[in-house]
Every structure is written in structure tokens, then in C-alpha cells.
């Protein structure tokens, strides 16, 4: 979904990398800590969370994300170092 700043010239995401999942029908947590491929899309390579500008994300997925990242960390499914 990139589309062109006309000023600048640059490319920039759209704000809504879930969009499936923010709709009612969706039942659960936007970003649950077992999907652990999809953490790790969201990871550098140095297992720092990527900023909301570069992942893409809105404040609420960046949330999600965040405490999906701490649970997964803390149960030992994503590493905390490289």
C-alpha cells in the first residue's frame, strides 16, 4: 500500500498493517504472543522492535506489538539479545 507523498516525493505505508483484524468479527488480541514469524517480521536484527514509521504500524498495532514481543520474550519464544 505505498503511496506518493506529493510533496517530498517519498514513498510512505499506510497507518494499518492489520487490517483484518480491526474489524468486529475479529475475536482475540490484534497480535497474539505465540505468532512467533509474525514477531519476528516486526523485529531488527538485533531483536529491538522496529519503529512505527519503518514497521509501518498505527499506535494501537504498535502497542499490541510491543506486548506481544514482552510475553513472547518472557515464555522464551523470541530471544531478548542476537
Known amino acids: 500500500m505505498a503511496d506518493r507523498d506529493s510533496k ?3 514513498f510512505f505505508r499506510s497507518s494499518n498493517r ?4 480491526a474489524n468486529k468479527e475479529w ?5 497474539d504472543y ?7 517480521k ?8 522496529m519503529g512505527r514509521k519503518r514497521a509501518g504500524t498505527s499506535a494501537i498495532e504498535q502497542r499490541a506489538l510491543q506486548n506481544a514481543v514482552k510475553r513472547a520474550r518472557f515464555m522464551a519464544l523470541i530471544p531478548y539479545t542476537a
Open 42 to 49: 516486526f523485529l531488527t536484527t538485533s531483536n529491538k522492535l
Open 18 to 21: 492489520f487490517p483484518e483484524r
Open 8 to 10: 517530498k516525493g517519498r
Open 34 to 40: 505465540k505468532e512467533v514469524e509474525l514477531l519476528r
Open 27 to 31: 475475536i482475540g488480541p490484534l497480535v
